[in-house]
């Protein structure tokens, strides 16, 4: 009788992640897009509490509704983007892997997913999202271009910002790789995290997330991004395609990895100066959201790696 009881707890608990997460996508698609990218964690819970099959099953009927709802080219763009995903954070979740490893597989993968839909969708629907990203920053362009012309400019003030802004558009384009993979960086983690709370308030505590605190890059990340360079100026010595492009994205990620280092730098004095929790996030979004101290904040962490200023290599 008990086994029974199981396996119908087991369904009931498949029936309802199957339902709330179909809500929780209609809501997401038609009155909040950006956060439909947490569409995985219902999956996730569920696969690390009953197994990566239920994990499998549950996401595979709630895309087939979905499909049938809102579109099934729809459905199939969020099951390339997101099965992978779920069943690799289910999976390592589930056998205790360290944090760092658990993010950056799922990083990995979710970055080739949106490759994949890219490809996917280009020979489903001859659609190429590239460009339709593309068209829709030259018309945003243009938007702002007719805006400024009802301020009174001059011609050369008009030209000046012009210029500026289309410079803007062509840099954003080069570094879209970049941004898929910090994007996709974002997304893994975010998935993570809550995934990892959800399970805790189910008394699952066999996962854990190392504070930010104390975030630190590997000790051989100077080693692999000096690499990465040479390798990209070898790329110029043979005059071979999108030297450039692959600089310029090399770059960004590099700024990138030190700024999230420098700004666990940052967190880690608030600790010390025991700041409330709250405060702390909204100084460090403050500094992640302003440009100017972007470079700062990532001099700052590659200082950390050289000289590691919180000694956290010497507590290891």
């Known amino acids: 009788m008990r086994k029974d009881e199981g396996k119908g707890n087991v369904f009931l608990e498949t029936i309802f992640v199957i339902g709330i997460s179909v809500l929780f996508m209609l809501i997401a698609v038609y009155y909040?897009?950006?956060?439909?990218?947490?569409?995985?964690?219902?999956?996730?819970?569920?696969?690390?509490?009953?197994?990566?099959?239920?994990?499998?099953?549950?996401?595979?009927?709630?895309?087939?509704?979905?499909?049938?709802?809102?579109?099934m080219v729809f459905a199939i763009s969020i099951l390339i983007a997101f099965a992978p995903l779920s069943i690799i954070l289910s999976y390592t979740i589930e056998r205790r892997r360290k944090s760092l490893e658990i993010i950056s597989i799922s990083t990995l993968f979710l970055f080739i997913s949106f490759l994949l839909i890219i490809i996917i969708m280009r020979g489903m629907t001859g659609v190429n999202l590239i460009n339709q990203l593309e068209d829709r920053f030259a018309q945003l362009l243009d938007s702002q271009m007719n805006a400024l012309r009802n301020m009174d400019l001059s011609s050369y003030e008009m030209l000046k910002i012009g210029d500026g802004l289309e410079s803007i558009v062509r840099y954003t384009i080069l570094i879209m790789p970049s941004i898929m993979i910090i994007s996709s960086l974002a997304m893994a983690y975010l998935n993570y995290l809550i995934s990892v709370l959800i399970l805790r308030k189910f008394g699952y505590g066999i996962v854990s997330i190392p504070k930010f605190s104390k975030f630190q890059l590997p000790s051989n990340i100077l080693l692999g991004t000096g690499i990465m360079f040479i390798g990209t100026f070898i790329l110029k010595g043979l005059k071979l395609f999108y030297y450039e492009t692959i600089l310029l994205n090399i770059t960004v990620l590099v700024s990138f990895i030190f700024f999230v280092q420098g700004l666990s730098v940052v967190d880690h004095k608030f600790v010390e100066k025991g700041l409330p929790v709250i405060l702390r996030i909204a100084i460090i979004l403050f500094f992640a959201v302003l440009l100017p101290f972007g470079w700062i904040i990532s001099i700052l962490g590659l200082l950390d790696v050289i000289i590691d200023f919180r000694k956290l290599r010497r507590s290891m």
């Open 32 to 71: 909040a897009p950006e956060l439909m990218f947490l569409y995985p964690v219902f999956f996730v819970v569920l696969g690390v509490k009953q197994g990566i099959n239920y994990n499998i099953l549950a996401l595979l009927t709630s895309t087939l509704i979905l499909g049938l709802i809102v579109g």
